[in-house]
């Protein structure tokens, strides 16, 4: 979703204020068993190739340091690739999907909490500010530290740091290019953990550290790093067909058999063509292994009615040899902003392990669902003057509106199975909604439970869908995630023009929003008079506790001053939820 550009610039953990109750607010929800329509094609299969080992430590702590190549050249403002209006909707009152509003109560279901990283972090460890900061939250037994701790790893952009369930450092913060072997580390950073191996997988854009990027930087890779009792590792895999593209905004998830990432393409003149998502297959058991050689297959680009597809997004564990994806349609074919969006795209991948056994075809074939309208999302109004001030010889903005980019899945696809047998796949994007009681078109987060299989069989259907929304607020990159007991956790950015951008949840069939941590002040940044974007996300993140202890959350928001960059003042929070109720 997101390419760097470059500018001049210079360059304590806290717990979070007390949980209030936002008194606006919230959600509905409906069944959709609409008959699916083919895609188009019906199938693509994958070509094989390979990746190789860059380096491997026994530790995070022993990696070799590597400084960015963009040290000290200043902020990099990490924006779409996409050309569109700015801050420009065609989405009106008529358009936004109605959603009813309902008076909130509160919740007790908050275990622990704690302020992450923030810019102040980012700029220490590479010599200058980034923004957004993104989200790749995980938790997991880190089998390199004595004792196997259970760690809360949060890599952002472009720093990395873990901790215990309480925020406590296990080791000291590192930078992405570092963590990565890579000097042109680019961010979308991601984490991932899989308990049967007890192994953590991190994603992000890089190019070659043989060469870096060539001067139209259509020669990305993914980078991937594995880290599990055999060691930290990190590889390189092919994202630009070649040497053609610019492989964007790397979303990840996982099988059984197979470590898989999508990307969004953009090729030819100043990667301006984008072609629609591939996906990369790469092999479980030899990453796990830390093999020197990592084998890997590339399947797409591929298109969903005629319309190229941005942001395919893959499942996290599905717990069998099956992969699985899930695409909005956020753009029209002509590449203009979809005003209302009104389908999801199912994506099946099948026989993942060949990636590792070379024997048959790796495969990937799509339905189309009708689902619920998802409206393209409005500049979400917030607590900022508008006014430009000098800091550090750099102009400032206190901004009076955050920008949501649009509606393509961003955030995890969460897996589950019902007692028939049928695997769930739970989402979340960002929408325009117009609240019942509210006279605006506000953003909010379009939710979906696509079930696929089970007892009685039959394709992917839309089982339940619905909204959050909030009266006079505007939730911002909503991502939720479902535990072992009880019913699905959001988390989102909440704001508005008397609201600081703040963490905030929901469980959804509640009811209810809390604003777990009110933002300090105002969001302040260099992005919007130096790349006129005032860029906030890309994604929050959720992750169901692997000992099935509750739901762990994260997003972006604005921290205690003590932690705020004056260049740019976000930071993220982190907590922990575990809250008993049985709606869906």
């Not at 594995?226 to 790397?250: H, K």
């Not at 505007?474 to 535990?483: N, R, T």
Request: proline fraction near 8%; charge should be negative.
């Amino acid at each position: 979703m997101i390419r760097f550009r470059r500018a001049w610039l210079s360059g304590g953990i806290v717990l979070g204020a007390a949980s209030l109750v936002v008194p606006l607010v919230v959600l509905s929800g409906s069944a959709n068993a609409a008959p699916a329509r083919a895609a188009d094609p019906t199938s693509y299969q994958g070509t094989f190739g390979s990746g190789h080992r860059l380096t491997q430590a026994a530790s995070i702590s022993s990696l070799p340091k590597v400084a960015s190549s963009f040290r000290n050249e200043g902020p990099r403002a990490l924006t779409p690739v996409r050309v569109r209006p700015t801050h420009t909707s065609t989405v009106g009152a008529s358009d936004a999907a109605p959603a009813d509003a309902t008076p909130l109560g509160s919740f007790n279901g908050v275990l622990t909490a704690f302020n992450g990283l923030s810019d102040v972090n980012s700029d220490e460890l590479n010599g200058g500010e980034d923004t957004p900061p993104d989200q790749g939250l995980c938790i997991g037994r880190d089998t390199t530290l004595p004792g196997s701790p259970e760690a809360v790893i949060e890599p952002i952009n472009s720093a990395s740091r873990e901790t215990d369930t309480h925020g406590n450092l296990l080791r000291p913060d590192v930078s992405l290019a570092t963590l990565f072997a890579d000097p042109y580390a680019s961010g979308d950073v991601r984490c991932l953990y899989d308990a049967r191996d007890q192994t953590f997988f991190f994603t992000e854009i890089g190019f070659p550290v043989a060469t870096g990027p060539s001067p139209s930087e259509e020669n990305t890779v993914d980078d991937v790093v594995v880290m599990n009792r055999s060691g930290v590792a990190a590889y390189q895999f092919d994202s630009s067909l070649g040497g053609t593209c610019l492989g964007d905004q790397p979303k990840t998830g996982f099988d059984n058999n197979a470590l898989v990432i999508s990307t969004d393409e953009y090729c030819g003149p100043q990667t301006a063509n984008e072609i629609g998502a591939i996906a990369t297959v790469i092999s479980l058991p030899q990453l796990v292994a830390e093999d020197a050689t990592v084998n890997d297959a590339t399947v797409g680009p591929v298109s969903l009615a005629g319309d190229p597809v941005v942001g395919l997004d893959p499942a996290i564990n599905t717990g069998s040899g099956t992969a699985y994806f899930l695409n909005t349609d956020p753009f029209l074919a002509n590449g203009n902003n979809n005003p209302v969006g009104d389908v999801v795209g199912v994506w099946t991948l099948s026989n993942s392990a060949a990636v590792t056994n070379g024997s048959g075809t790796i495969t990937l074939t799509s339905v189309a669902l009708p689902s619920e309208p998802y409206a393209f999302p409005v500049p979400a109004a917030s607590t900022g003057t508008g006014t430009v001030t000098t800091v550090d010889g750099f102009p400032i903005t206190s901004e009076n509106f955050l920008n949501p980019d649009d509606s393509r899945l961003s955030e995890p696809v969460w897996v589950t199975r019902d007692i028939l047998g049928g695997i769930d796949l739970w989402t979340a994007t960002d929408a325009a909604v117009t609240p019942r009681g509210d006279s605006a078109v506000r953003d909010g987060a379009a939710w979906f439970r696509i079930r696929i299989g089970g007892f009685f069989g039959g394709g992917p259907t839309i089982v339940r869908q619905g909204y959050v929304t909030a009266v006079g607020a505007y939730l911002l990159y909503p991502a939720l995630a479902v535990p072992q007991l009880g019913d699905p956790d959001m988390v989102f950015t909440i704001t508005s023009s008397t609201i600081n951008p703040s963490a905030a949840y929901t469980v959804l069939g509640s009811g209810k929003i809390v604003n777990e941590a009110a933002g300090a002040d105002p969001h302040v940044s260099f992005s919007d008079v130096l790349f006129d974007e005032p860029r906030w996300g890309d994604y929050s993140w959720a992750q169901v506790d692997p000992d099935g202890t509750g739901v762990w959350l994260a997003t972006e928001y604005i921290p205690p001053t003590a932690d705020q960059d004056p260049i740019d003042n976000w930071g993220t929070y982190m907590f922990k939820v575990n809250n008993f109720s049985f709606s869906f």
